[in-house]
């Protein structure tokens, strides 16, 4: 896997949107009302009434599959995209994960090294 495309192919892009939305979700600096985007769409995929009618096995799914990809980037393209791009390098980065560093103490104790901030 290359290293500069941490998620190749179509449902790596999806599975990247997906964590970027939840870390967008959790972020308190991105809007209140644009968070009720993703939950709005899910309660689409719930509510009886589609657009496409579950008579036809599989058709009428894709349209909830559809709307909730369509729900999941207008989310991501509606946040403040300096937000997003933070969030994007984040998890790029790997920051925000728990770390074993490659080197160990003289008396031989394993060396971890967890994500932190200074806040002012």
């Known amino acids: 896997m290359d290293a500069s495309q941490p998620y190749p192919g179509f449902l790596g892009s999806i599975l990247r949107d997906v964590r970027l939305a939840w870390r967008l979700l959790l972020d308190p600096r991105v809007p ?7 939950p709005a769409t899910i309660l689409y995929t719930l509510f009886p009434v589609d657009f496409v009618p579950d008579l036809m096995p599989g058709l009428g799914q894709l349209d909830d599959l559809g709307i909730l990809l ?9 946040a403040p995209q300096a ?14 994960t728990w770390r074993v560093v490659d ?18």
């Open 103 to 120: 080197e160990q103490r003289e008396n031989g104790e394993i060396i971890i090294d967890p994500p932190y901030r200074i806040e002012k």
């Open 70 to 78: 369509l729900g999941l980037r207008l989310f991501i393209l509606l």
């Open 83 to 96: 937000i997003v791009r933070q969030h994007l390098s984040e998890m790029e980065a790997g920051s925000g």
């Open 32 to 38: 209140l009302l644009l968070k009720l985007i993703p």
